[in-house]
C-alpha cells in the first residue's frame, strides 16, 4: 500500500509494507521400528576323542591308575569305538586304599549358539541317592570355556577321590568335581546317545553346580568345544560285581 502527502511544499512519498508471516514452528513425528533374532542353541557329545583338532575326532582312549595307597589296578589302554557313548572301564582290581581309574579324553562336549544370554552345562548320575561302593569324577581338560579345539590338559593322573566308612565317595581329588545323583526322576533306558535322541538319558531338576559355564555376553562365535576326563574311583572294601553299568547325565541349559 503507498500514501502520497504533502509536507512542507515539498512532495514527499512514504512507502509502507505490510510484513511477511512468520514461519511456522517445527513439528516432528516417528515411526517405530524394530526386529528379533531367535536365540539358537545345538548341542552334542562325543566319547573317546581324539586332542589337537579342528573338530572331535577318533581318538585311542587311555585309562590312567591312580591309588590313595600305592595299590590297586585299572585296564588300560580303553578299547571303546570313538562316539560309541560308551566308557568301558574294565577290571578294577582294588588295592588297600582307594583306587582311581581316569579315562583321558572321555566325553567331548560341542555347542553352538547365538545366545548372549551364555549356558551352563551340568553333570549328574542316573541314580536317584548318592552311589556306594563307586565314585565319578569329572576333570575338566583345557583352561576356559570357550574353546575353539578340543584340548587334553589333564596328563598326569589325578589322585583317587576319598570315601567315607559306608563308600560313598565325599570328594575329588585336585580340581575333579564329584557327580552326584540326578535331583529328580531318572528315565535312562540303558542306551547311550547325541543330545535329543530317544535313546539318552533324562532327568528332571538340576544339579545344584555346573560344569561348565559360559557368562552372558560371552558365547564365541561358531563352535565351542568342551573336553572332560572321566575318572571311576572304588573303595577299598568295594564288594565284587560284573558288568556294572550306569550313566551320565548331561544336561544344556540356555540363557
Known sequence: MRKVAAALGALTIAATVSAVPAGAATQTGAVKFGWT??????????????????????????????????SGTCTTP?????????????????GTGATGCNYQNAIGISVNTNDAAGYQVYESLDVTAAPANYGICVYTDGATATATTPASTNGTAPGAATFNAGGVATACAGSGTLLGPASGTVTNPGVGGD????????ATGLPTT????????????GT???????????????????????AIIVYFVPG
Open 37 to 70: 533374532i531367535p536365540a539358537a542353541f545345538t548341542a552334542h557329545l562325543a566319547s573317546d576323542y581324539k586332542t589337537a583338532q579342528s573338530a572331535f575326532a577318533t581318538g585311542t582312549g587311555t585309562i590312567q591308575t591312580s591309588t590313595s595307597a600305592g
Open 78 to 94: 580303553a578299547t571303546d569305538a570313538y562316539n560309541s557313548y560308551t566308557l568301558t572301564f574294565g577290571t578294577v582290581t582294588p
Open 195 to 202: 543330545v535329543g535322541s530317544a535313546g539318552s538319558a533324562t
Open 210 to 221: 555346573a560344569v561348565w559355564t559360559v557368562a552372558a555376553g560371552t558365547p564365541a562365535t
Open 224 to 246: 565351542n568345544f568342551y573336553g572332560e576326563d572321566v575318572q571311576l574311583d572304588i573303595p577299598t572294601a568295594a564288594p565284587s560285581v560284573t558288568n556294572a553299568a550306569h
